[in-house]
C-alpha cells in the first residue's frame, strides 16, 4: 500500500516508522560494521552529521548491508 501510495519500498517504509534516536543508533552501527578504525563515539557524531529528513545515506548503507555478498560485520 505505501508503494503504491508513495513510491517507498520496505527500507522507506522501515526506516520512515523509526523515531530520530532510532535512525541514529542504526546509521552508528552501520558505520561501525563498515569501518572497524570508528570508535562509538565518532560513529554517533558522523550519524547525527549525516542525518538527514530523506534518510538517504542510512537507506544506502542498510541496503548495502542488507543485499551485500561479503557482509563486514
Given at each position: ?6 513510491g517507498?519500498d520496505?527500507?522507506?517504509t ?11 543508533n ?48
Amino acid at each position: 500500500m505505501f508503494k503504491i501510495l508513495y513510491g517507498w519500498d520496505k527500507i522507506d517504509t522501515f526506516l520512515h516508522s523509526l523515531s530520530y534516536w532510532q535512525i541514529i543508533n542504526l546509521h552508528t552501527v552501520l558505520l561501525l560494521g563498515q569501518n572497524a578504525n570508528l570508535t562509538l563515539t565518532e560513529a554517533r557524531r558522523q550519524a547525527i552529521i549525516d542525518f538527514s529528513t530523506d534518510y538517504k545515506k542510512t537507506r544506502f548503507l542498510l541496503e548495502q548491508a542488507l543485499n551485500s555478498p561479503d557482509p563486514k560485520i
